[in-house]
C-alpha cells in the first residue's frame, strides 16, 4: 500500500502536465454538466412558483346560499387533484377588481361582480387533461354559473416544462456522455504515453495487479481533485452571477455526489484503461 | 531448468525467425547463444520469458509449460528469472538505484533489506557513485551494467543475458564475466547470446550456435539437427 | 510541401488517439462556447421583442382641440430619443379597454376615459434616466394631464439586460480561456509525445521549420475539423431544442467565423507548443 | 575538420566529463577512439554534433565555431556530418526505408533519387530485404546497420559513429568496416568510437584513448598532455 502510494504520486510529479491536463478535463466537464445542473435545478425552483397560480375559478349563481356554498367548498377540497379552495365573497371580489385595475377604480360597484370559488390544482395534477377534468367536475354544481381557468396558460406550462425536462435529459444525458469520453481518453493517453514502462515493469515480475494499482489510485485522486475543482468553479459563477439574480446554489449531499462521481469517473476511466492495455500485450 | 521442442517462431509479415528449435539447458548450466545478426538468438530469449509466444513446438521454463501459463504466473515465473535486454530497459523516470530496486519491490521483498542489496550490487557492477542519475544521465556502458545489476538482484534460478557485454570494455566485460561466473557457480543457470567470440573461445562452457533460425552447432551434441527431444 | 503535407497526414495516422482528443477537445470547447452564444444570441432577440414595449403614454386633457395635439404629436416623434408618437383618441381608448378587459367591458363608457398620446422609445435610449427625461418633457406640456410610462418595469428591464450582459461577458471569457488552456496543454502532450521524434528529427539535420511545419499544418486541421465538429453538434442541438421553442441560429458568416476561430486556435495552439518546445532543446 | 582546444565538459550534478581535451582531426583522416565506459567517448562525439555545448574551451568543427552557431545554421552543419548514435535513434514510427530516406528528405534532396540512394545503402549494409520493417521488427543488430546506412545516405563530410559495432558479429563487422573504410577512401574523415580492440588493433589507422575524460594516448602524438592548440 505504501508502495502504491508512492508511485502514485511518483507519477504524478513525473508527468504534470498529463495529470493536470486530466484534472482540468474532468473539471471542466464536470463544470460544463454542474453548470447546467445549476441552471436546471434553478428553472425549476421559479417554474415551480409559477405553477402554483395554476387556479381554477368557479363563478357563483348570486342566489346561492353561504351554506351551500361552504359546503361545496369542503367537499372540493376534499378531491385529490385539489391542493385548496377557497370561497371568495362579492366583497372581496370587489376589492381586489379594485386592488388590481388601478386608474378606473372608481367606476366598479358591489352589484355587478360574482361571487366565486378558487381552487388550486395540486402538484403533480397540472398538466392540462387533469385540470380539465376537475374545472368540468366543479362546474356540474348546480349553483355554478361558470367555470374559468385559463386553459391557454395551463397548455402553455405543460408545453414548456414537457420541452425544458426533455432538453435538460437529452443536454445533461449529451455533456455527460461527451465528459466521460474525454476523460477516457485523456486518461488512455497517460496509459499510451507509460505503456514502455508498464511493458518494462512486466517484463521484471510485475504483475498486473502491482502495474494497475497506483494507476486507479490516480484516476480516483485526479477525479476527486477534478471534481473539487469543478465545484470550486460551479460555486465561483454561482456567486458572481448571484450577485445579481437571487439564486439557489446545489445542496451539500449534492456537492459531494459530485465530487464522489469525479472520483468514480477518473477510477472508472482509469480502470477501463489500464485493464484494455494490460489485456492487450 | 529450460527446454525446447520443436520451436518454430513466425513473426507476421517477416516469416520465421525459428524454425524447429529443440534443446535443453540443465540446472546450473553455463551456455553461450552465438550467430549472426537476425539469426534468431534474440528470439530464443524472448520465447524463455514469454515476451514472445511460440507459432509451434513446446516451451517448458522452471516447469512451466509456456503454452498454458497465465497472468499471474508469468509474473511469478520473470521473478525466477534475471533478464539483461540487448535494448537494456531501463525505466527512464527513475534513477539507477530505483531501477534496481524495482525488480525487488514486485516480489514484495522488505524495505530495509532492499537498500543494502542494491547498494551491494551498484558496487559489483563498478557503479557505486552513480546510483542516483538517471539512465539518460549514464554512457552507454553505465547503463548496460545497471541492467545487468537489475537481472542480478533478485538472486534469480536461470540468468537471461542478449549481449550484455556489447557495450563494455575489455576490463569491465571481464569484470561482468566474473560476476557471471560466480553467481553461475552458486546455482544459477546462464543462457548468454552473444557476438563476443574472444570472450566465448576464452571460456570452456558450452556454445550454441545459430544460423537462420536454426541451431547449427552445439557443443554437447554434435548431430545437433537430429532432434534431441523425441 | 508536399512533404509536410505527408507528414502531417502521417502523423495524423500514428496517433489517431491523440489527434482525436484534440479534436474533440476543441469541439467540446468551441461547443460550450457556441452553446452559450446561442443562448445569449436568442435571449437578446427575445429581450429585443421585450424592450420594445417600453413605452410612454401621455394622458390628455379633454379640452385640448384636435390641432394642438396634432401638432404636439409631430414635435414628439422629432425628438432625438423617440423612435414614434402616435395620438390615442378617447374612442381608441375605449375599443382597447373593451378588447383588453374582457368580462368588464360593458361597464365602460367613453366618458371617462381620457385620450393620449403614446410614445415609443428609439433602442438604446431605454434606459431608466433617458425614459424619464424624455417623459419629464412631454410631461411640460400643458394640455398633459398625467405621463405614465412603469417606471419599474423600465427599471427591472435595464437591470436584467445589466445582468445578463454581465454573466454573458464573464462567462463568456471564462469559456474561452478554458478552452484555450485545454486545446493548448492538448497540444503540448502531442508535442511532448514526439519529444524524442523531434529531437531524432533535428540531430539528423531538419532545420526548425522543417519540423514545426507539419505540426502547425496539423494543428490547423485539428483546428478546424474541431470547429467543423462543435458546428455539427450546435446545429443538432438547436435542431433538436428547436423542435419545441422557436430559436434562432447563428447566422453563416458567425459559423464560418466559429470554424475559423477553431482553425486559428489549433494553429496558434501548435505554434506556440512547437515554438516553445524548440526553443528549450 | 575538426578541432578541439582545452574543452571541459561538466554535465550538472555529475561532475566533468570531459577536462582540457584537445585534438584535431583533419580532412580525409580515420581515427579510433578508445577508452573505458564512462571515460567520455561519446560526450567528445556529442559535443561535435552539437547535441552538447562545452563548457570551456573552444570547438570548430567544418570551419564553424560550435559556441557561436545558431538555430539553421546548426542544421546545416549536420546534414554535413553522418552519425552513428550508441543507441541508433530510429525514429519508431517509420519504416526501416523511411528513416534513411527521411536524412535526405531534410536536405531537400529531389524525390526521385533518394529512393535509389536508399535502397543502394540498404543493401551495402546487408538488409535489402528489411527495407519495410519497423525498427520493433529488427533485431539489435540490423537496426545499429539501419543506423549507419541512414549515416552515410547523405556522403557526409565527417562520419561520427559511436560504437556502431557493438551489436554486430564479426561478419557483419568486416562488412560495415569495409564500407567505411570505402567512404573514408573516397574523402570522408572518420571519427568512431569503439571498444572492440581486436578492430582497433587490425587496423592502422590513428588511435586516441581516453581515460576519466582526458585523453592517455594519441598514436599521432606521443605526449598527448601537453596541449597541441597553443
Ligand atoms: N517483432 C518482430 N517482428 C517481425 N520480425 C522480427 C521481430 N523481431 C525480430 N524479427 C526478425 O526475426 C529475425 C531474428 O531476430 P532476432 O532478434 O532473434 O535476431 P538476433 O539473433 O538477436 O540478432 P542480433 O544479433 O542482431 O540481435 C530477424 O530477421 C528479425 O528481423
Ligand atoms: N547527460 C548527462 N548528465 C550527467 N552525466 C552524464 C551525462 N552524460 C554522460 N554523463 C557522464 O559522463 C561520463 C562520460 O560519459 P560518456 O557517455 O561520454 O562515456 P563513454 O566514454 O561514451 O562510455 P561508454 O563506453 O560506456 O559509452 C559518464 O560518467 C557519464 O555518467
Ligand atoms: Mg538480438
Ligand atoms: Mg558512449
Known amino acids: 500500500m505504501r508502495l502504491t502510494l508512492r508511485e502514485a504520486v511518483m507519477s504524478f510529479a513525473r508527468a504534470p502536465l498529463l495529470s493536470a491536463l486530466s484534472i482540468m478535463m474532468i473539471a471542466f466537464s464536470l463544470y460544463s454538466f454542474g453548470l447546467f445542473g445549476l441552471v436546471a435545478l434553478n428553472f425549476r425552483q421559479r417554474f415551480g412558483a409559477v405553477e402554483e397560480r395554476i387556479e381554477i375559478e368557479a363563478f357563483v349563481d348570486d342566489s346561492t346560499n353561504v351554506e351551500t356554498l361552504a359546503n361545496a367548498v369542503s367537499e372540493i377540497a376534499r378531491f385529490p387533484e385539489v391542493a385548496r379552495a377557497l370561497p371568495v365573497t362579492k366583497d372581496e371580489a370587489l376589492e381586489r377588481a379594485r386592488r388590481d385595475m388601478g386608474e378606473f377604480k372608481d367606476v366598479f360597484d358591489a352589484s355587478f361582480l360574482p361571487a366565486s370559488i378558487k381552487v388550486q390544482v395540486r402538484e403533480g395534477f397540472r398538466d392540462p387533461a387533469t385540470v380539465q377534468r376537475v374545472a368540468d367536475r366543479i362546474a356540474a354544481y348546480a349553483f355554478v354559473d361558470d367555470v374559468r381557468y385559463g386553459a391557454e396558460f395551463v397548455e402553455r406550462l405543460h408545453d414548456i416544462r414537457n420541452v425544458a425536462t426533455g432538453t435538460g435529459i437529452v443536454l445533461g444525458i449529451a455533456f455527460a456522455a461527451v465528459a466521460i469520453i474525454i476523460i477516457a481518453a485523456t486518461i488512455r493517453i497517460t496509459v499510451l504515453a507509460r505503456a514502455r514502462e508498464i511493458s518494462i515493469m512486466r517484463l521484471v515480475g510485475a504483475t498486473n495487479g502491482f502495474v494497475r494499482r497506483p494507476f486507479l489510485l490516480e484516476g480516483l485522486a485526479t477525479g476527486v481533485l477534478g471534481g473539487g475543482l469543478a465545484l470550486l468553479l460551479l460555486w465561483l459563477s454561482f456567486a458572481l452571477i448571484g450577485r445579481y439574480i437571487p439564486l439557489v446554489f446545489l445542496e451539500r449531499p449534492m456537492a459531494i455526489g459530485g465530487i464522489a462521481f469525479g472520483g468514480m469517473i477518473g477510477l472508472l476511466g482509469s480502470a477501463l484503461s489500464v485493464w484494455r492495455h494490460l489485456r492487450r500485450i | ?230
Chains 1, 3 share one sequence.
Not at chain 2, 74 to 101: C, M, P, S
Not at chain 2, 104 to 117: F, N, Q, W, Y
Not at chain 2, 198 to 215: A, D, F, K, S, T
Open chain 2, 1 to 230: 531448468m529450460i527446454r525446447f521442442a520443436h520451436v518454430t517462431k513466425e513473426y507476421p509479415r517477416t516469416g520465421a525467425a525459428l524454425k524447429d528449435v529443440s534443446f535443453r539447458i540443465a540446472k546450473g548450466e553455463f551456455a553461450f547463444l552465438t550467430g549472426p545478426s537476425g539469426s534468431g538468438k534474440s528470439t530464443i530469449l524472448k520465447l524463455i520469458f514469454l515476451e514472445e509466444r511460440p507459432t509451434a513446438g513446446e516451451i517448458r521454463v522452471a516447469g512451466m509449460h509456456a503454452a498454458k501459463i497465465r497472468g499471474k504466473e508469468i509474473a511469478l515465473l520473470r521473478r525466477k528469472l534475471g533478464i539483461v535486454f540487448q535494448d537494456f530497459r531501463l525505466l527512464e523516470d527513475r534513477t539507477a538505484e530505483d531501477n534496481i530496486a524495482f525488480a525487488l519491490e514486485v516480489t514484495g521483498a522488505p524495505r530495509d533489506t532492499i537498500g543494502t542489496r542494491v547498494g551491494r550490487l551498484l558496487t559489483q557492477v563498478g557503479l557505486a557513485s552513480k546510483g542516483t542519475s538517471y539512465p539518460k544521465q549514464l554512457s552507454g556502458g553505465e547503463q548496460q551494467r545497471i541492467a545487468i545489476a537489475r537481472a542480478l538482484v533478485n538472486d534469480p534460478f536461470v540468468l537471461i543475458a542478449d549481449e550484455p557485454t556489447g557495450n563494455l570494455d575489455d576490463r569491465a566485460t571481464r569484470g561482468i564475466f566474473q560476476l557471471l561466473g560466480d553467481i553461475n557457480s552458486s546455482g544459477t543457470a546462464v543462457l548468454m547470446a552473444t557476438h563476443d567470440l574472444e570472450l566465448v573461445r576464452r571460456h570452456e562452457h558450452r556454445v550454441i550456435e545459430m544460423n537462420r533460425g536454426q541451431i547449427v552447432f552445439d557443443s554437447t551434441d554434435p548431430a545437433p539437427r537430429a532432434a534431441q527431444e523425441r
